[in-house]
């Protein structure tokens, strides 16, 4: 059995950016999660040890998004890096991450870098 655990549209105030000015005004960042395992012992034993924790995957989230960073492919791999040490039990994760007001001209709801990495 393969399931998903799926954090959707944490929004999450942050420094990221490559422009100086990034570091000062810091803008809303949306991330999506999407962390595959195997969760079938869970499905029978109604018990957090045989799953995946997705308030501590939240926690994560957070704390690696405090960490300026000057790209979001990083944030996103500090994030997975994370994960998979944190959560052994991982198969794959996927992350976006979107900077809802990028600095450029236009209006656009945002740009978004998605990484996903199966974990063997």
Known sequence: ??????????????????LPEEKIIGTFYIV???IT?????????DLLEDTI??????????EEM???SK??????????SRLEATF???????????KTSPPMPGEMRGVSVEVEKKIA
């Open 1 to 18: 059995m393969t399931t998903k655990i799926l954090l959707e549209d944490i929004r999450i105030f942050a420094y990221h950016g490559v």
């Open 71 to 80: 790209l979001l492919e990083r944030v996103i791999g500090r994030i997975i």
């Open 37 to 45: 395992a195997d969760f079938s012992r869970a499905t029978e034993s």
């Open 66 to 68: 405090e960490i300026p």
């Open 32 to 34: 999506n999660a999407e």
């Open 53 to 62: 924790n997705y308030a501590l995957v939240n926690d994560i989230i957070h």
């Open 88 to 98: 052994p039990q991982i198969t794959a994760a996927k992350i976006k991450l979107t």
